[in-house]
């Protein structure tokens, strides 16, 4: 067992012990939830135990729901009718605040859900972007909204208002990026937040703990925990919320729902769960598709939504891609996630092993075989890539999502059989197409962007770049997601309208010349 650097050391335990609500951070004093790793730090297997979690129910629910409705104060409160320059500082004043806790969340990152240290430090730094790319995505916003349009004899002023209360629910995957992918938009356009952590990258969020609340007033972000059903379904059935927010399962998120009593006033801001293929054609350059494919199929151990899930081969290269594959994948290094050139780290569910297991079991059992020597091999907090083919409709792994290290691939003939494959799934996020041949490009791509939403053309599906719209159909997506797109998935346009007569007009440029609105001014924020 290689020794843990110094700085990367668990030398004191991390107790959080308070909640953030109303502006407040209140003591915990009820019973809590353990955080442990699945990294072991010694030389017999033991889950490493990092500190303690508020475990809250529906009181703690039903607190940050009245902290939330009082912000929002029926469109009166402070948050919502606030100058967008103003907001815009509180969030600048909240990322300049959140940058000087980059290391301590960094190590939290690896050890909680053991992302290496690389792509933990590379998520940190993209988040910071993010924040700084929604605010100019504001201003721009701004900008073009600060202005009257005149239209048959009616004066008007156009922006976009907020809607009210907002459940934020992120994921365990992207406890920071993804979840501030939805928090961070939601909150600079006036709406007051209740936010709850996934179960695991809980502890990483408590350095921002502060920072939050001194950088918006009491009620704009609400900070709270414990178990799903224990407090987001309360929340819930309260029917306070206006926006559920939520980047994980569709099962949850069909739960969350069913329990707002005015579902039809619920607006859906939804990143769920995907299936997306990679189809590697006759003509494909095999050296950057495999490449592609390893990076799409196996960073963060697969444990992405825009993870490869399935690799559909055509016949004619099977054989060399297969092997050629298998072999890349078996050099793949694993370690703990502040190793060098680790690729491959332990994974943060204690019971997955045993599910992915299932999977390559269960595919076995109808006619896959394990193809790369090192698949399958088995610890007690981890479980090295299988490479499984031939591939069928009758495995589990075609149709579950597996979220894993576990890469199934299926041999095609005509074109069609991918293609009708992905017209059955219930997934439409991304596909990855990889070949050379515009003729035989062009028809695809022309079809293929009417089943998902996003083609990669000779390269792995991905989130990024954040200007770029992140959606899906069918049961991969709710509402699009980007540093424009958000902005709008979390407002709704609204409107002063008058007519164009002498005394409007007059009460229109007194309202401007005095500032004594928030909402008619045409202030241009630099």
Known sequence: MKAIPQEYQIKKLLHQDTYLVNGELKKWNGGTTPVF?????????????????????????????AAATEAYNNGQGLWPTMKVADRIKCMENFVTLMKTHRSETVKLLM????KSLTDSQKEFDRTVEYIYDTINSLKELNRSNARFTKVQGINAMVRRGPLGVVLCLGPYNYPLNETFSLLIPALIMGNPVIFKPAKHGVLLLSPLLQAFKESFPKGAINIIYGRGRDVASPIMKSGKVDILALI????????LQDQHPNKNRLRLILGLEAKNPAIILPDADLDLAIQECINGSLSFNGQRCTALKLLYVHESIADEFNIRFANKVDEL???NPWEENVFLTPLPEPNKTDYIKSLIDDAISKGAKVINPKGGIQTENFIFPAVLHPVNKDMRVYHE??????VPIITFKDIQEPLQDMAESNYGQQVSLFGTDIKTLAPLIDGLVNLVCRVNLNSSCQRGPDVFPFTGRKDSAVGTLSTHDALR??????????????????????????????????DYIL
Do not use: C
């Open 248 to 255: 994980g399962n569709s099962k949850s998120a069909i739960a």
């Open 333 to 335: 290094i694993y370690g």
């Open 489 to 522: 998935s979390f407002s709704i346009r609204t409107f002063v309208a008058s007519k164009d007569n002498a005394d409007n007009n007059t009460i229109l440029q007194e309202l401007l010349n005095s500032k004594q609105s928030n909402f008619i001014n045409t």
């Open 401 to 406: 999502e597996q979220f894993g290290p576990v």
């Open 111 to 114: 050890w909680e859900i053991g």
């Open 37 to 65: 790793s699945t990294i072991s730090t010694t030389t017999d297997y033991q889950p490493t135990l990092l500190g303690s979690i508020p475990s809250m129910g529906i009181i703690e629910a039903n607190e940050a729901v």
